[in-house]
């Protein structure tokens, strides 16, 4: 079983950035693919960036240039910096640990881009 926290979330303005925080329990984390989702009201949760254990990152188109997710294996704890931003970025963000069915979730956490 892996517990996921999520930190970092809050309000900023257009143009802003943010670095949001997802601290793992277990030795697993350092072996498997990490990633970031979020998620609007009315709207399914949608990939935004994930990264392998060895550290290959792909992103959602629309981050792409602007979002960059990192690991610390030794801390183990995700990172996901966001520059940039936008108002379509306000979402609640969810940390994903990509094992077993369905994968492992912390609770979410709000980033509102707002002016």
């Known amino acids: 079983q892996v517990q996921l926290v999520e930190s970092g979330g809050g309000l900023v303005q257009p143009g802003g950035s943010l670095r949001l925080s997802c601290a793992a329990s277990?030795?697993?984390?350092?072996?498997?693919?990490m990633g970031w989702y979020r998620q609007t009201p009315g709207k399914g949760r949608e990939l935004v960036a994930h990264?392998?254990?060895?550290?290959?990152?792909n992103y959602a188109d629309s981050v792409k240039g602007r979002f960059t997710i990192s690991r610390d294996n030794a801390k183990n704890t995700l990172y996901l910096q966001m520059n940039s931003m936008k108002p379509e970025d306000t979402a609640v963000y969810y940390c994903?640990?990509?094992?077993?069915?369905?994968?492992?979730w912390g609770q979410g956490t709000q980033v509102t881009v707002s002016s």
């Open positions: 994903n640990a990509n094992v077993g069915p369905g994968g492992y």
């Open positions: 990264i392998s254990s060895g550290g290959t990152a």
């Open positions: 277990g030795s697993i984390f350092r072996v498997i693919t």
